[in-house]
């Protein structure tokens, strides 16, 4: 009973002590939360315009205009060209570069 007392113990502490995850920020100000405009592209699977863009940490969800989702990982949370935003999508092994209107310069 004790070993376990002491495993749950643990699990807490190092759980409370865990970084909390960077909000996704361009110019110094945070973007996560806000749905924005902009596009998607792949050389492999082509261009889709009026996609509606969420950035979530590192995580970043595009809304294609035909309902599916995509979820992907940008390398770092600062977006320093939102024009140009790398993104890995796991599920189908695609880099994408994502363009996002509504963050102009």
């Not at 390398?75 to 140009?84: K, L, N, R, S, T």
Request: hydrophobic content about 45%.
């Amino acid at each position: 009973m004790r070993a376990a007392l002491a495993v749950a113990l643990t699990s807490i502490a190092l759980t409370a002590h865990a970084p909390a995850a960077t909000p996704a920020s361009f110019e110094g100000r945070v973007i996560d939360g806000p749905w924005y405009n902009g596009s998607i592209i792949n050389h492999l699977a082509g261009k889709f315009d009026d996609c509606r863009i969420q950035f979530q940490s590192e995580k970043l969800y595009v809304k294609l205009p035909g309902g599916a989702t995509i979820v992907g990982f940008m390398d770092e949370e600062v977006v320093v060209d939102p024009h140009e935003i790398h993104v890995y999508d796991p599920k189908r092994s695609l880099y994408w570069i994502v363009d996002v209107a509504d963050l102009a310069r």
